[in-house]
């Protein structure tokens, strides 16, 4: 019987998460939950997983929370409350279903403890991914990506040699507006970068997903988790979301995973590794689906991409500042503070006039993130 603590349960991967751990009541009992205001949903959870402890990140809904509960566990809300729970509370396997660089310092707790981490905060890595591979390396933890792609790449990977590989295809849905014209996005509402045509997903990662910022973040994501230099890392459109990605051997060679574009595939598959466990989700029809199409990304089209790429080259502590920047822009976006076409504006800015730092540590990461975050939200 593994434990799990999940950091974002009341999220769309952590529902997710709950709902494949429902249906292995004899392998998986639930010891943590974190959230950061949704008590409701959280109350709900709560009822039907039993866990020892939750962590709230709001202190007045905590207090509510303690207020209503018809049992005992323990209830915890102080600043440093998620890493306190991934540092001293009991548990095997950390689901990451944070959203942002929030997620960092409590995946760094687990890490630092030797645990499994089932990673879908892919900005963990953007932001720390020298740091993280290698504490989780000397701690013998693990991370097993819950990222479609990456999660398609690493079972891919399974008994295949990593000197062996070409390269890693990527493959994006291209988002709602991959058929638009650059000239749209002056103009694109909230409401039409939130209509995903394949995933459903919190509002970030699906704005991200407008932007081909979420692919950006996904090509540094695979480089830290795969350790393969930046030309061996490839995106391709394929609109079906059906190939959730490849790996092209030496020899020419394609391997692809397929399956439906529900994410409780991957998380069951970071908690079962190297295990496969039956299931009853629901079955690829390929004679229904018909056809899988490809094409180049446009990255004069889709800046975030590019952006991201030059990040990863540039490196040191540029990931940190594009995706602090982006957090940033998408917020406002969200907000209707900004034009969806300002987001990759503000990004460049502030790789342009953020100070970068090589070979940054824990302390310097942390100091750039908010000071991204300042300069984009003094910009106009
Ligand atoms: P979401 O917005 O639906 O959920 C986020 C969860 O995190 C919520 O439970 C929220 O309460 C919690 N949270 C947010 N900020 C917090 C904070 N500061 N402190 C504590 N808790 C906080 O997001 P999501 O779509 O589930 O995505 C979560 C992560 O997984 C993101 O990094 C995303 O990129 C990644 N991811 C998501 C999907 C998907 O299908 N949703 C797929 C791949 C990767
Ligand atoms: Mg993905």
């Known amino acids: 019987m593994k434990k799990v603590l999940i950091l974002g349960s009341t999220g769309s991967i952590g529902v997710n998460a709950l709902s494949v751990i429902r249906k292995f009541p004899d392998r998986f009992s639930v010891a943590g939950l974190t959230v950061n205001s949704n008590i409701s949903t959280l109350s709900e959870q ?28 323990k209830i915890i809300s102080s600043e440093n409350g998620l890493v306190e729970a991934a540092k001293k509370y009991d548990y095997d396997i950390l689901i990451g279903a944070i959203v942002g660089f929030a997620g960092l310092s409590p995946t760094l707790e687990a890490i630092k ?124 459109i394929h609109p079906q979301s059906i190939i959730h990605s490849m790996v092209q051997f030496v020899d020419g060679s394609i391997k692809a995973q397929l399956g439906l574009p529900d994410m409780k595939l991957p998380i069951q598959y970071a908690l079962t590794f190297p295990e496969r466990l039956s299931n009853d989700f629901e079955r690829t029809n390929l004679p229904l689906i018909n056809n899988l199409t490809f094409f180049e990304p446009d990255f004069n089209k889709f800046e975030c991409l590019k952006l991201a790429y030059q990040a990863l080259n540039t490196g040191g502590t540029s990931p940190c500042i594009l995706n602090a920047a982006n957090e940033i822009a998408v917020e406002k976006f969200l907000n209707g503070d900004i034009k969806f076409s300002e987001i990759p504006k503000m990004i460049n800015k502030a790789l342009d006039k953020v100070e970068n730092h090589s070979n940054p540590d824990i302390e310097t990461i942390i100091e750039c993130d908010k000071l991204t975050r300042e300069f984009v939200n003094n910009l106009n």
């Not at 709560?46 to 566990?73: C, G, M, T, W, Y």
Request: aromatic share 6%.
């Open 113 to 236: 403890r030797g645990k499994r981490i089932a990673l879908a905060n892919k900005e963990t890595l953007v932001v720390a991914g020298e740091i993280v591979t290698r504490l989780v390396a000397e701690n013998s933890a693990e991370i097993i990506p819950v990222d479609s792609e990456h999660s398609a790449i690493y079972q891919c990977l399974v008994g295949e040699n990593l000197n062996e590989v070409e390269k890693l295809i990527l493959t994006a849905s291209g988002g709602p507006f991959l058929n638009k014209e650059k000239s749209f996005f002056d103009n694109a509402t909230v409401n039409e970068a939130l209509n995903h045509p394949n995933w459903k997903m919190g509002s970030k990662i699906t704005i991200d997903s407008a932007t081909m910022m979420n692919k950006g973040l996904e090509v540094i994501e695979a480089h830290w988790l795969f350790g393969l230099p930046v030309d061996k890392i490839s995106v391709v």
């Open 46 to 73: 709560i009822e039907e997983f039993n866990p020892e402890f939750v962590v709230i990140n709001d202190q007045s809904k905590a207090k509510e929370l303690a207020k209503n509960l018809n049992r005992k566990i």
